[in-house]
């Protein structure tokens, strides 16, 4: 037992202990997630169920298929044979139908053969306008629709939603309900890879890519999902034969990353509204002289801030995280990287990887070099903020252990799952703001009004 005197130390410790953490950095939120676990969705779950019909087309997905937001890549897996890979597509206001041809591709991995995958580019859409299309030509036909986005412009209001590591679980379900019923609606999702966890199953499970694409099928059928390439995309199973990385992934998963002049699937940027996305490659090289560092040098002095305001950046492994989970993995990518996005003046970079919400204070560590030893991240009005999004809700459930004290860089951070939206105003303003699984569809749980660094370098404003 202890006495009185020895409980008020504990008390006075508990006091200095709680200011000592309060001065150091910024917010660690006192929300705690009931502890559970976080537990795959069985086979015979219902948003697993393929759709009826031979043939049915089943796993529809559709990405932007060009630089500038006029084609759309729609993709979708046939079962029971080829079929047609041709596209149906019409515009609202006309009734007249056009056909957008495409080509299928099968693999196989380990013991699983896949179905057949059809990829098809639809092409010279006008901007901001609805077309519905339509797949399964010549048997069973599923009919779906999207809206392409308005033509790029400093001041075009734009509203991307945030998910990231997703996984098949009840969690991951809450997690894409909660973005679907977000009263701000989401137009476009960055998605900020670590898709299915297929290969947390036996043998990579090939299966559990099936099931995750008739999982998500019911959102990014109509909205194009912007898709960053995560650790569990590269399936590097030597023990099973399966020596090439991201097989599944690039046979599923289309990006038009040529648009870029990029030469891989894996970096690439596109242009959507008034947002410049350059979406980058955490597990493909990035050193001096790669073909990602060639690429990225000369793609960040064509972004034109007067016609896309918005630099936005999308990554798998994050560069500031101070959870005790994959701990300065993002490092050697920040030291080749961040002196550019503070050059550049990058608005924000938005990762996953870990399994948690955490927002950064406008950083840059860049003063380093191993000569001067100066290695702490200072407040730097022209470096991004850096947000970890990676709290989709997979299998591998939350990262709730955080390294003490919160560093200064980092302003506010918690272990919950959930997801984000990035709301465009204008050039100078975007409000953005994260959501938890545990509240009402609409609360916000974290928010900042974002002032663009090219058109508006002071600081951000909190709200809430
Ligand atoms: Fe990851």
Redesign the pocket.
Known sequence: MMGVQGSSIVVVLGLLLNVAVLCNGGKTSTFVRKVEKTVDMPLDSDVFQAPPGYNAPQQVHITQGDLVGKAVIVSWVTVDEPGSSTVLYWSENSKQKKQAKGKFVTYRFYNYTSGYIHHSTIRNLKFNTKYYYEVGIGNTTRQFWFITPPESGPDVPYTFGLIG?LGQSYDSNRTLTHYEKNTQKGETVLFV??LSYADNYPNHDNVRWDTWGRFVERSVAYQPWIWTA???EIDFAPELGETKPFKPYTHRYHVPYKASESTQPFWYSIKRASAYIIVLASYSAYGKYTPQYKWLEEELPKVNRTETPWLIVLM?SPWYNSYNYHYMEGETMRVMYEPWFVKYKVDVVFA??VHAYERSERVSNIAYNVVNGICTPIKDQSAPVYITI?DGGNLEGLATNMTEPQPDYSAYREASFGHAIFDIKNRTHAYYSWHRNQDGFSVEADTLWFFNRYWHQIDDSKIG
């Open positions: 590591d890879g670590d995560g650790n569990h798998h996953g990887h990676g």
